[in-house]
């Protein structure tokens, strides 16, 4: 298989020196994106170990939560507890902000008021029963915990985007560029020399003619 090389490069001493002054950026860059796909792949797969986490902690408060809600339900009544949550009052507050992985932008979630007493609740006292009180305590822990897990999933796949584009350009640089590149250094170094050859032939011919005047 013919050996790929730059197209329209002149067999020039100026273009050689370009082109081994771009191999060597090229190797240099090469380097130092193996370095971050390296670094992102280390980050991914300690973030990865916080996604099973979070998502069993989710799950283990949820049902718990839906537990005591089936109880306060059978306390209660399935009205009751209707007219209870009909009376709760809408109070999350997420604030979103952004910190930098190796120049991968992911967000920073902080949650406010997501537990709240009793009587920030809205609900009364008198037809409400303690499972009620602890169901609602365990969803606004599910509420945190779920917020938290988006912003670690969200995370995830914007490090597996960065990753992938990395791995590609990475490849571009070791199959492809690079190899162009030094298989047009080795052209222009052979035509340089072949030329000089033919230089060296013609003088050494144009001064034996000269001498045999």
Do not use: C, W
């Amino acid at each position: 298989m013919a050996q790929e090389m730059i197209e329209g490069i002149n067999p020039t001493r100026m273009e050689l020196l370009k082109l081994k002054e771009r191999e060597k950026l090229a190797v240099k860059g090469y380097s130092l994106l193996k370095e971050k796909r390296n670094a992102l792949i280390m980050e991914f797969f300690n973030i990865l170990e916080r996604v099973k986490g979070s998502r069993e902690n989710v799950e283990e408060k949820l049902q718990e939560a839906f537990e005591d809600l089936t109880a306060a339900q059978v306390t209660m009544g399935d009205l009751a507890v209707n007219k209870a949550a009909m009376s709760v009052k809408e109070s999350i507050e997420v604030d979103i902000d952004s910190r930098s992985i190796m120049g991968v932008v992911v967000p920073v979630l902080d949650t406010k008021a997501t537990q709240r007493t009793v009587v920030d609740r809205g609900y009364g006292f008198a037809e409400t029963s303690v499972k009620l009180d602890e169901a609602a305590k365990k969803f606004e822990e599910s509420i945190a915990l779920i917020i938290e897990l988006g912003e670690i999933e969200k995370t995830i796949i914007l490090l597996a985007g960065e990753i992938e584009s990395t791995k590609r350009r990475v490849n571009a640089l070791e199959h492809i560029i690079i190899p162009r590149i030094e298989n047009t250094v080795k052209y222009i170094e052979m035509r340089l020399e072949e030329m000089e050859r033919e230089n060296f032939v013609r003088l050494k011919m144009i001064k034996k003619s000269m001498e045999m005047e």
